[in-house]
């Protein structure tokens, strides 16, 4: 009997079936077209550790029960429909896992409406790419706690380890939450993604070599700005055409998108959290996609802005303050927004150890999120980064350094719209006074909308007749 069937052998679910296999588990797989099924029965080094189904109908018998299905699945439709062939043919109290890129809403959906019919549904983000999902991927399970404790071995056994042995793999909470989370770290990935783009097209403004500006990423990742995204752009910039030219500057600059960065946008909205960096993000990439228009206006409107001779060594420094000062905000906005979402979700979110599943594995790994633990465990209940005295001083120090990129990068025309998304977020955080009060005379003044004064208890509101007599009023 096998322990666990994977249905869905694409990318992502033929490396994670091989990864079940080669920690000894016995592993079923399905794929609805037969050929990716052979792809990956060529590629598994112990034959007697899998079985190939080619009919879903097969489950029922192959499984040891409670029986485990784990959908590796495009989210969606997809996921819907395999969800009803499923509770067809498997009973209550078996446990069906959605490992996919699904949108926390339809998980929070399905999860109900399975926990009503009597099935354990367990709703898994995964991220480390194919890479990851082979070797060790990190997993934010969520869904039904009494599915937990029978998928907690098999998961566990394939996800990433920390270099001090923790696993990166933990309950998140109940229906959508580890959808959600996952969710907030690919939105937290567009963040990082687009603050390195930044911080590369500034060092080409600034007149730095090709090989100076890769020997830089090499160096940065020995210090604070140490993670995976930095380690490959630095592997990234030193690939070469067969004529000498660097392989990026030749591919297409209009960025594709999967949509859980937008997902995260929206969200933001809805729950009225302040996710500016990672929104400049998701609208950097989809202002990308307009290139003919672009290329079109670069003609009509020629640039303006002078890139001014820089210290280099002083010019690298500050840039690397920069980057680390927005990537702070960055997970500062994502943070928040977890913490706003358990609030209205109901879940019980435990920020620490959410740092913890990203250490390793995942695509925002990084030597940063150490610390970002440590804050979350000295304060469980921190409402934000930037109070807490690690994370304050480390932007106090950057900021000198990081308004001089942001003015270099004004100066010299280019674009950084996640960059300056940090910064002002970071003025207007710390601002006691913002220009607020103005916008409410503006409503008062053109909707009658009322507001509050700063010496009179907050229950109260007012009201000036602004066209009339100048005469205040109270509104109850």
């Known amino acids: 009997m096998n322990d666990i069937a994977v249905i869905g052998l694409g990318v992502m679910g033929r490396n994670i079936a091989l990864n079940l296999a080669d920690r000894g588990h016995a592993v079923a797989v399905y794929n609805r077209s037969p050929g990716k099924t052979e792809i990956m029965m060529g590629q598994v080094s112990s034959p007697q550790q899998v079985e190939a189904l080619h009919d879903l ?16 699945l495009t989210a969606g439709a997809a996921v819907d429909a395999v969800i009803e062939q499923l509770t067809g043919i498997l009973e209550p109290g078996d446990v069906i896992i959605d490992g996919g890129n699904s949108n926390f809403h339809d998980t929070q959906r399905r999860w109900q409406a399975l926990k009503q019919q009597g ?31 029978l ?57 730095l070599s ?175 980064l930037m109070l807490d005295n690690f994370f304050a001083q480390a932007l106090q120090q950057a900021e000198a350094a990081w308004r001089s990129s942001c003015m270099l990068g004004i100066q010299s025309a280019v674009p950084m719209p996640a960059m300056n998304a940090a910064l002002i977020f970071y003025d207007g955080y710390r601002s006691a006074t913002l220009s607020a009060n103005l916008l409410q005379a503006q409503r008062d003044y053109f909707g009658a909308h009322t507001y509050k004064r700063i010496d009179q208890p907050e229950n109260v509101s007012f009201h000036t007749d602004w066209t009339g007599s100048g005469k205040e009023e109270i509104v109850s």
């Open 57 to 72: 109908a097969q489950l029922k018998d192959c499984l040891s029960a409670p029986r485990k299905v784990l959908l590796m």
């Open 119 to 149: 099935y354990l549904f367990i709703g898994a983000g995964i991220s480390g790419g194919e890479e990851g999902a082979r070797h060790g991927p990190s997993i934010m399970p969520g869904g039904d706690p009494a599915g937990w404790p």
């Open 210 to 384: 090709e090989q100076e500006i890769a020997d830089t990423f090499y160096q940065w990742n020995d210090g604070v700005l140490q993670s995976y995204l930095i380690e490959i752009t630095a592997d990234i910039l030193r690939v070469r055409d067969d004529d000498g030219e660097l392989r990026v500057q030749r591919i297409l600059d209009s960025a594709g998108q999967k949509g859980t960065g937008r997902w995260t946008v929206i969200d933001s909205l809805e729950l009225g959290a302040p996710l500016t960096l990672i929104s400049e993000a998701v609208y950097a990439r989809i202002l990308s996609a307009f290139k003919a228009q672009r290329v079109a206006a670069s003609e009509k409107i020629s640039l303006s802005g002078q890139s001014p001779e820089v210290d280099t060594s002083v010019f690298v420094n500050n840039c690397e303050q920069a980057l680390y000062a927005s990537k702070i905000i960055s997970y500062t906005q994502g943070f928040m927004q977890m913490r706003l979402a358990a609030k209205e979700y109901g879940w019980n979110l435990q920020y620490g150890n959410i740092a913890l599943l990203w250490r390793a594995g995942c695509i925002i790994r990084s030597l940063f999120l150490t610390d970002i633990k440590k804050a979350f465990d000295q304060d469980p209940d921190l409402d934000s």
């Open 151 to 207: 998928v907690q071995p098999l998961l566990q056994s394939i996800a990433a380890r920390t270099d001090d042995g923790e696993v990166c793999c933990q309950w998140v909470g109940e229906g959508g939450a580890g959808h959600y989370v996952k969710m907030i770290h690919n939105g937290i990935e567009y963040g990082d993604m687009q603050l390195i783009a930044e911080s590369w097209a500034l060092m080409q403004a600034a007149r």
